[in-house]
């Protein structure tokens, strides 16, 4: 594949990291505010968000973008890569945390040791790939640019 295709990935990838980004900051500020059965709801859409959106987002860049750089980089931006690797290990172990305490089928609000614990994990996630996102934005992405990939409009808050 040429470097055409490569930069329709990053630049895809770019795109979804904004709209992660999106989601996480509204599920955030949301959790602050909000109580009963529509904390409930909006526990089972952020477990949905984060088993398919996060973890496929988190595998894609461990297969495509930060292969190029442990290909291309130096000694320093290979460290770099492989301590956002060590965050994606971390922000799993917590989304696997996450799964397990979320009951499969339906829960009472009445369970607010649950409820209160469950809010608690999924706000420390979205804290931690909040984090994690803006370290890719402001060091991952212009990495990618000095390696000689262009990346068009990756400008994310």
Do not use: C
Not at 94 to 121: A, C, M, Q, R, Y
Request: glycine content about 8%.
């Amino acid at each position: 594949m040429g470097q055409g295709g490569k930069m329709d990935k990053i630049l895809r990838h770019a795109q979804a990291h904004g709209e992660i980004f999106e989601a996480l900051s509204f599920f955030n500020k949301a959790m602050s505010v909000t109580a009963g059965e529509k904390t409930i709801d909006y526990l089972h859409d952020i477990s949905k968000l984060f088993s398919k959106d996060i973890i496929s987002h988190l595998k894609f860049e461990e297969g495509r973008i930060f292969s190029l750089v442990l290909s291309d980089g130096s000694l320093k931006d290979k460290g770099f890569i492989r301590s956002l690797q060590h965050e994606h290990i971390d922000i799993l172990a917590k989304i696997d945390e996450f799964k397990d305490l979320l009951p499969k089928g339906n829960f009472e609000s009445s369970d607010k040791n649950k409820v209160k614990g469950l809010v608690e994990l999924s706000r420390e996630i979205i804290k931690m790939m909040l984090t994690h996102a803006r370290k890719e934005d402001g060091e991952l992405f212009p990495l990618l640019k000095r390696l000689g990939y262009s990346i068009e409009e990756t400008k994310v808050n």
